[in-house]
């Protein structure tokens, strides 16, 4: 069965970036990160989702952080020189980004916004994010998502 390309994907290819895909099934249900990794048989550590925030003049700012683990808002808010920040709500997620809720790649959005990757991730060669679409992981390795998305590595979770 031929898959078709994401955005992401085809961004990758163009830079010269070498990925893998995992491809899982998807129901009408959200899938937490945590059961898409055990869903495509990977430890939970190399998987990372992807979050946008927005402060309270709606800019939005992307992280990057384990699965298992929660953003740590004030140090989130901090690196961006705000005093709050909140997550997008998901109605506006496709509009502000191309991508929904589940399949939120920090690569490919509509626009680049500023990037930060939590620091855990550089213990890895490699790692997992959203590929673009519900039931889609992109493997990738860490210096490479950093370069592509512009990232600035922070500590950023609890």
Do not use: W
Request: include cysteine.
């Amino acid at each position: 069965m031929k898959h078709k390309k994401t955005n992401a994907m085809r961004i990758l290819e163009k830079a010269n970036i070498e990925y893998e895909v995992n491809r899982y099934e998807v129901t009408h249900k959200h899938m937490d990160g945590i059961t898409v990794a055990q869903t495509v048989g990977v430890d939970v550590k190399y998987v990372y989702k992807t979050l946008v925030l927005e402060n309270a003049r709606h800019e939005c700012f992307v992280f990057i952080i384990p699965v298992k683990a929660s953003l740590n808002l004030k140090q989130a808010a901090n690196c961006v020189h705000q005093k709050k920040l909140m997550l997008l709500p998901v109605e506006r997620l496709k509009q502000v980004t191309g991508y929904i809720r589940g399949g939120c790649s920090p690569i490919g959005m509509k626009k680049h916004f500023l990037t930060y990757i939590d620091e855990s991730a550089l213990t890895f060669e490699s790692i997992y994010v959203s590929g673009g679409e519900r039931g889609v992981q992109i493997k990738i390795n860490v210096n490479d998502l950093i370069n592509i998305v512009e990232a600035d590595v922070v500590d950023i979770i609890e």
